[in-house]
């Protein structure tokens, strides 16, 4: 079975700082990758998700991801972190097999400090 | 467009009391699944169904029974509550059985057993 790691719980960073979020998963095939971000309150957000080709994937919001399969990693990145962006993040593995559901990580928390 | 709605946002029931969570989406998704979310524990899949009148257990089944008489609605029953069913719930859905898709979530619905 597929698993998702982000070893970070909660990361803080300074506003127009540079952001990365890390994220590994078990899988031993191409999954299918997700980030997810959830504000305060609210439910989950898809940011962008991986399912073939390019491996550098743009999302909203500024957000990139980029899939790494030696390292079996999916990090988020974003260049300048603006105060909105504090959230919890989640990243996620799916794989195209019958109805295996999606699994997520347990999140890193974002903080943004002036 | 609604999405996925859930009622009630917040509920405090007693040990012992029975409640239904409701989940309805507009979408004509097939997929909807019932997560509960706490702190430090990310995400866990409760029960999921991909389409009416099939469903099956996720991580974390016991104390909740499921149903999916319709497409659009995917009620998530408690039947005793316990103290350790404090949670955040979320309902999601994807338009799509197999894992590839992107999950549409709702706004969650706050739960405290007391």
């Given at each position: 079975a597929q698993s998702v790691t982000q070893p970070d719980i909660h990361i803080t960073v300074s506003e127009g700082a540079s952001l990365e979020l890390r994220c590994n998963y078990s899988y031993g095939a191409t999954p299918y990758l997700f980030w997810y971000v959830q504000s305060p309150g609210q439910g989950l957000q898809l940011l962008l998700k991986y399912?073939?080709?390019?491996?550098l994937v743009q999302g909203i919001k500024g957000f990139e991801a980029e899939f790494k399969r030696s390292q079996s990693s999916f990090n988020l990145r974003k260049p300048s972190v603006h105060w909105s962006d504090a959230a919890e993040y989640f990243c996620a593995v799916g794989i195209n097999?019958?109805?295996?559901p999606l699994v997520f990580g347990k999140g890193t928390r974002l903080s943004v400090i002036a | 467009n609604a999405g996925v709605t859930q009622t009630p946002k917040f509920q405090v029931l007693k040990t012992g009391q029975s409640m239904t969570l409701q989940c309805a989406q507009?979408?004509?998704?097939?997929y909807m699944s019932w997560y509960r979310q706490d702190p430090g524990m990310g995400l866990r899949l409760i029960h999921y169904s991909v389409g009416a009148g099939i469903t099956d257990q996720g991580e974390v089944p016991n104390g909740y029974n499921v149903s999916r008489s319709t497409t659009e609605d995917f009620p998530l029953r408690l039947l005793s509550a316990a103290p350790s069913q404090t949670s955040v719930y979320f309902c999601a859905s994807r338009r799509?059985?197999?894992?590839?898709g992107e999950l549409f979530f709702g706004e969650g619905s706050r739960l405290t057993v007391l």
């Open positions: 399912f073939s080709g390019d491996t097999s019958g109805n295996t | 507009d979408m004509n998704h097939e799509d059985r197999v894992g590839t």
